[in-house]
C-alpha cells in the first residue's frame, strides 16, 4: 500500500509562504444582539452572555470551512461544555459525532443523549475508565492510548462493563504533550495490542497539533500542518506494512480548520472553540467572530482613570492573557479574585452600576467556572447549564 | 480626640528593616498524612485532598499570632468556599464572624447557618443586592462602599427586604482597587451619609492591604502594614472630628497576620488562605504549612525526561505560577486544559497511573475550580462541598 503525498504538495504550491502579518488587534467584531431594554441591566453579574446568532454564524464557517475536504467535523465539547449548545452544532452540515477531553464528560453526553464519543485523551485513574464503561451503555466511546499500559487498563475497563471501547493511538506530531513521537519503534506493536485486545478495537490515529492552534499567521499554520500530515503518511504507511488498518486520523483546531483541503489523510477535526471564539484565537484567526462575553458591573471608581468590576480570576481564565473590553476607552490592566481593575483613557466615563461586556482571553477553562451560559438569541434570553463539568464522588 | 501612633514607633523600633531573604523554595512540609493504602490510589483524579492535621496547625497558628493584640480573626470564605472546613475554623480562640467577597457567598454561609457576615466588598448589581437582602434575614450582614451610589443602592436593598446593614467606608491603603484614597474630600460626606441612611449603619473601616500579602520579607510587609497605619488612624481623626465613630476596622490577610501587634487600630483580620495555604504563600511565610494537594494521576511518559498529569487548567489556577509537585524530582513546566506536562529529573521514574500530588500556587481559584474538597483526618475520608460556588439564575 503506498499513500500519496501529492496533495501536500499542491496545496502548499498554490501560496508562498510569507511572513504574514498577525492581528494584533481583535477584529471588529459586531458586539452581542443588544438586549431588550433594562434585561442587560438586570443580568446577575459577572456571568457569561451567548450572543446565538453569532455562534449560529460560526458554525455555519466551520461547515463551509470542511466542506469539500472530505474531513468531517467532531466538535469539541470542552470548549464549553454545555450538551445544549453541542446539540445545535451537530446540526451543521459536516459534523459527526463528538469530542470531549475526560471520562466525566463523556459521561455527561452520554447522559444527554449523544451515541458517538470520541474522549481524545488518555483515561488511566479508574474512576475515569469505570465513567468511561458507563458512558458505553448508551455511546460508542473512542479514547486514546499511546503506551500498553492504556491498553490494558481500557481492555480491562470495558471487559468489566461489558462493551467494547475504539481505540485511536495517539501520535504526538509537535505538541509534546501525550502521543508517541515520530518514528517510535513501540508504534505498530502498540497497535497491534489494541487490534487484539478482547474489549478493543483499533479505529485508527489521532494525531493533534496543539501547538499549531495558535501559531500566528495561516501560512505557518499551514506549513506545520503540512509536517504532521507527513508525520501521519509515515506512520500510516509502517501500520499498513503490518497489516493494522486505520480508517480514522483525528485532529485540527480550531487554529487549523483553514488548512483543511481535499486530499488531508485527516477525516475528522476536533474544533471545539469556533462557536464561541475567544480573544486569543481573535489575534490569529479571522474565520470565526466572538460570541461569548462576560458580562460585568462596574463597582469602583475611585479615580477617574480607574475602575473596577466584579469579575475577577472566579469569572475569567488568565493563562492566554487578560480578557478585552468589548468596547472602546476601557483596558483591563489586572484581575484579583473578584476584581477586574481597568484603565480608563480619557474621554471614557463609566458609572457605578454600569455594565462593561468582556472578551474572555480563553473560552475553554473561563466557561469552566461558571454554572450556566445565559443565551440571548435576539428575542429570548434562555439560560443553559454547563452541564458537563466535574462532578466528583467519594471512592 | 487623638489617636496614638506610639504603638507603630515602638513596634518597628525594636527590629532592624533589613532585606531578609525571600525563601525562594517552598518550605519543607512534611506532606499529607498518608492515606491508607489503596485509598490514594482510589481517588477520582484530579481532585483536592485536605490533610487535616495541617489545616488544624494552620489554625491554631492563626490563633497564636492574633493572641494578645485585641485583634479578632474574621476568617474569608473565599478562600475555600467549603461552609464544612469555615465552620472548623471558627472553633478557633480569637475567631468571630466571617468575611466572604460576593453577595452568592453570603446566602451560602447564611443558609450554613453562620450569623456574623463581612461581604468585603462593593455589592452594585440588583441580583446581588437581593442576595444581601436574603441573607440579612437571618444574618447581620455588613458590606463595604466607597461613593454614595452604593450608599444608595445598599439602604434600598436593606429597606427592600426589611432589614438593616452594616456598612464600612472602604479605604485604599495602596492596592490600588476599590476604595477612597488617602485624604479624599469625600471620606467625611460618604461616611456621613451611611450614617444617616435609614436602613444602614455606620460600622467603621475597611482598609485591606492587598498590595502587602505576598510582598516578599517580613520587615517590608511591616513597613507597609505600619503605612496603613498611618492613613487609618488620620481619617479615624477627620472622621472623628466631624462626630463619627467607626468601631471596626477591617482588614489584613495571611501574609500580614505576623505583623499584628498591640495598639493597631485594626479590630479584625480578614485572612483566608492561611488555613489551606499555597505555593505562592509558601514562598513568602513559613508561619503556615500546606494542608492542600491536588492529586493527580501520571496518564503518559512519551519519553524518559517527560511526563504527563491528568490535571490542567480546570484543576489547577496559574494566575500566581504553576503549581509545585510535593515531591522531588518532578516539575511543571506547562498546564493545558486537562493536562500538565511534567520535567522529570533523571532518576525519578513515574510510571503510568502513578499519583502525583501538587501543591497549588493560588488557593481561592483553584478551590474554586473544584466541587468538593476530599479530607483526610489520618482515619476517615470525607468529601466536603465546596458549597459555596456561584449559582446563577435568570433574572
Given at each position: 500500500m503506498t499513500i500519496s503525498y501529492q496533495f501536500m504538495t499542491d496545496h502548499l504550491?498554490?501560496?508562498?509562504?510569507?511572513?504574514?502579518?498577525?492581528?494584533?488587534?481583535?477584529?471588529?467584531?459586531?458586539?452581542?444582539a443588544p438586549l431588550p431594554p433594562g434585561l442587560l441591566a438586570r443580568l446577575p453579574t459577572p456571568c457569561l452572555l451567548v450572543d446565538l446568532a453569532a455562534a449560529d454564524r460560526n458554525i455555519a464557517?466551520?461547515?463551509?470551512?470542511?466542506?469539500?475536504?472530505?474531513?468531517?467535523?467532531?466538535?469539541?465539547?470542552k470548549a464549553?461544555?454545555?450538551?445544549?449548545?453541542?446539540?445545535?452544532q451537530l446540526r451543521a452540515e459536516g459534523c459527526h459525532g463528538v469530542t470531549c477531553q475526560t471520562a466525566g464528560e463523556a459521561v455527561a453526553l452520554a447522559a444527554a443523549g449523544f451515541t458517538d464519543i470520541l474522549v481524545a485523551n488518555e483515561v488511566v485513574d479508574q474512576a475515569g475508565l469505570d465513567e468511561?464503561?458507563?458512558?458505553?451503555?448508551?455511546?460508542?466511546?473512542?479514547?486514546?492510548?499511546?503506551?500498553?499500559?492504556?491498553?490494558r487498563r481500557l481492555d480491562r475497563a470495558a471487559g468489566a462493563a461489558g462493551t467494547t471501547f475504539d481505540?485511536?493511538?495517539?501520535?504526538?506530531?509537535?505538541?509534546?504533550r501525550c502521543g508517541l513521537p515520530?518514528?517510535?519503534?513501540?508504534?505498530?506493536p502498540l497497535a497491534a495490542a489494541i487490534a487484539g485486545a478482547g474489549a478493543l478495537r483499533l479505529a485508527g490515529l489521532q494525531a493533534y497539533g496543539g501547538h499549531v492552534q495558535h501559531s500566528p499567521g495561516l501560512q505557518l499554520r499551514r506549513t506545520l500542518c503540512y509536517h504532521a500530515e507527513l508525520q501521519v503518511a509515515a506512520e500510516l504507511e509502517r501500520l499498513a506494512g503490518a497489516g493494522l488498518s486505520c480508517p480514522v486520523v483525528s485532529g485540527h483546531g480550531t487554529g487549523t480548520l483553514e488548512c483543511l483541503a481535499p486530499g488531508t489523510l485527516y477525516t475528522e477535526a476536533q474544533a471545539g472553540s469556533y462557536v464561541l471564539l475567544d480573544a486569543a484565537y481573535q489575534r490569529v484567526?479571522?474565520?470565526?467572530?466572538?460570541?461569548l462575553y462576560c458580562v460585568t458591573t462596574v463597582i469602583s471608581r475611585p479615580e477617574p482613570a480607574r475602575a473596577v468590576l466584579d469579575a475577577g480570576l472566579k469569572a475569567l481564565a488568565v493563562d492566554d492573557g487578560l480578557p478585552v473590553p468589548a468596547g472602546p476607552g476601557l483596558r483591563v490592566v489586572r484581575l484579583s479574585d473578584e476584581h477586574a481593575s481597568l484603565a480608563v483613557a480619557p474621554g471614557a466615563d463609566p458609572a457605578v452600576g454600569d455594565k462593561v461586556l468582556l472578551i474572555p482571553s480563553h473560552v475553554d477553562p473561563t466557561?469552566?467556572?461558571?454554572?450556566a451560559l445565559f443565551v440571548y438569541d435576539g428575542q429570548a434570553l434562555q439560560r443553559w447549564p454547563v452541564d458537563g463539568r466535574r462532578v466528583t464522588a467519594l471512592p
Open positions: 504550491a498554490t501560496e508562498q509562504i510569507t511572513a504574514e502579518p498577525v492581528t494584533a488587534e481583535p477584529g471588529a467584531a459586531p458586539g452581542p464557517a466551520a461547515a463551509r470551512l470542511v466542506r469539500g475536504t472530505g474531513v468531517r467535523l467532531r466538535p469539541h465539547f464549553h461544555k454545555c450538551t445544549e449548545l453541542m446539540r445545535r468511561l464503561g458507563r458512558a458505553a451503555q448508551t455511546a460508542r466511546i473512542t479514547a486514546a492510548a499511546d503506551c500498553l499500559e492504556h491498553v481505540v485511536l493511538v495517539e501520535l504526538d506530531v509537535g505538541a509534546g515520530a518514528g517510535r519503534p513501540d508504534l505498530v484567526t479571522r474565520a470565526f467572530e466572538p460570541a466557561v469552566n467556572l461558571h454554572d
